[in-house]
Nanobody, 127 residues
Framework: EVQLVESGGGLVQAGGSLRLSCTAS????????IGWFRQVPGKVREPVSC????????YYTTSVQGRFTISSDNAINTVYLDMNSLTPADTAEYYC????????????????????WGKGTEVTVSA
């Protein structure tokens, strides 16, 4: 059974930091890209960052570049998202998702292309 379990969300003041974790099971971690997406009520779910389980290649959406860092520990099938210099605009439900690369080493990091999703963890940044 495929599972993605997020943890690490919470309430933080603007300028603060949080680390999100996503632990995966039930699939070949090195043939998937793992991504973080976020969604606020009334808006579409947007990609934040993705990392290839094959070669560690990363993607960041423009608004988080220089503030967020995605990393993975393949030995324990876990992906982290270190979020720094948080602003109220980062407030959202954050979801971990996995995209199969089918041996290609390529990924899209787009909501419609993800194959598995976690249940989400809430991040609230107060002003």
């Amino acid at each position: 059974e495929v599972q993605l379990v997020e943890s690490g969300g919470g309430l933080v003041q603007a300028g603060g930091s949080l680390r999100l974790s996503c632990t995966a099971s039930g699939f070949a971690f090195d043939d998937y890209a793992i991504g973080w997406f976020r969604q606020v009520p009334g808006k579409v779910r947007e990609p934040v960052s993705c990392i290839s389980g094959f070669d560690g290649d990363t993607y960041y959406t423009t608004s988080v570049q220089g503030r967020f860092t995605i990393s993975s520990d393949n030995a324990i099938n876990t992906v982290y998202l270190d979020m720094n210099s948080l602003t109220p605009a980062d407030t959202a439900e954050y979801y971990c998702a996995a995209e199969a690369m089918h041996g290609s080493g390529r990924y899209l990091c787009m909501s419609h292309g993800m194959d598995h999703w976690g249940k989400g963890t809430e991040v609230t940044v107060s002003a």
